[in-house]
């Protein structure tokens, strides 16, 4: 199984602890959701306060200390809605294997700032983890990129014949129509092979390009 920082990687798959841990976690945050919607007056909201989703999230983005907050944002089940958004991502980070992130993020850390270009006002983590998120995610998506092009390679290798291929034996060879790579990623395969200096055939085994000149 492939790693990426130590962690093992599933391709398409959380392991079923992980899974379990999400769904709880969505569950309860649904919960709660649908039903301060459904039964506002249950929790000392109005249907005035609170006549859809983005009522329930202005509140939810509000800050109940502000001069300006609106009432019902420090209403119990407002609060409850923000725990539940909390304990999602603590469920999210420890499933990217992040909880170093996870075990220092406390309910205190979050707070309400301007993150989005829009300016206004919102529930969220601090900048400087908000930040690290950001970068670790960015690194993570090359990662995946390139262990996704290795895989491809493997895969496409796997069913070369002995004497290479080139493109147009590409469209040819009915193995290939088989298999879950189309025209469009072989060619870019190729040309991402080609890059490092060649010709046109790429040989099994090898996977490096070999000029028949």
Same mark, same amino acid.
């Given at each position: 199984?492939?790693?990426?920082? +130590?962690?093992?990687?599933?391709? +398409?798959?959380?392991?079923? %602890?992980?899974?379990?841990?999400?769904?709880?976690?969505?569950?309860?945050?649904? !919960?709660?959701?649908?039903?301060? *919607? %459904?039964?506002? +007056?249950?929790?000392?909201?109005? =249907?005035? @306060?609170?006549?859809?989703?983005?009522?329930?999230?202005?509140?939810?983005?509000?800050?109940?200390?502000?001069?300006?907050?609106?009432?019902?944002? !420090?209403?119990?089940?407002? !609060?409850?809605?923000? @725990?539940?958004?909390?304990?999602?991502?603590?469920?999210?980070?420890?499933?990217?294997?992040?909880?170093? &992130?996870?075990?220092?993020?406390? =309910?205190?850390?979050?707070?309400?700032?301007?993150?989005?270009?829009?300016?206004?006002?919102?529930?969220?983590?601090?900048?400087?983890?908000?930040?690290? *998120? /950001?970068?670790?995610?960015?690194?993570?998506?090359?990662?995946? /990129? $390139?262990?996704? =092009?290795?895989?491809? &390679?493997?895969? &496409?290798?796997?069913?070369?014949?002995?004497?290479?291929?080139?493109?147009?034996?590409? =469209?040819? $060879? !009915?193995? /290939?129509?088989?298999?879950?790579?189309?025209?469009?990623? /072989?060619?870019?395969?190729?040309?991402?092979?080609?890059?490092?200096?060649?010709?046109?055939?790429?040989? %099994? +085994?090898?996977?490096?390009?070999?000029?028949?000149?």
């Amino acid at each position: 199984m492939p790693e990426i920082d +130590g962690h093992d990687v599933t391709i +398409g798959k959380p392991s079923d %602890k992980v899974a379990s841990t999400l769904a709880n976690a969505i569950s309860h945050l649904v !919960e709660i959701r649908t039903n301060i *919607l %459904k039964n506002p +007056g249950s929790h000392g909201l109005t =249907r005035r @306060q609170i006549g859809g989703p983005t009522d329930l999230y202005n509140l939810y983005d509000a800050d109940p200390e502000a001069d300006d907050a609106p009432t019902g944002a !420090e209403n119990l089940a407002i !609060e409850q809605l923000r @725990q539940a958004h909390v304990d999602l991502l603590d469920a999210v980070l420890r499933a990217y294997g992040w909880d170093d &992130i996870a075990d220092d993020l406390n =309910r205190e850390d979050w707070t309400f700032d301007r993150p989005w270009l829009d300016r206004t006002l919102r529930f969220v983590p601090p900048e400087s983890v908000r930040a690290e *998120l /950001f970068d670790r995610l960015d690194t993570l998506n090359s990662e995946r /990129f $390139e262990l996704e =092009r290795e895989m491809m &390679i493997d895969l &496409i290798a796997e069913h070369l014949p002995e004497d290479g291929l080139t493109k147009t034996g590409f =469209r040819e $060879e !009915e193995p /290939f129509s088989e298999m879950p790579v189309d025209e469009d990623q /072989f060619e870019a395969f190729m040309e991402h092979e080609q890059q490092k200096g060649g010709d046109s055939r790429v040989r %099994k +085994g090898t996977y490096r390009w070999y000029s028949n000149q």
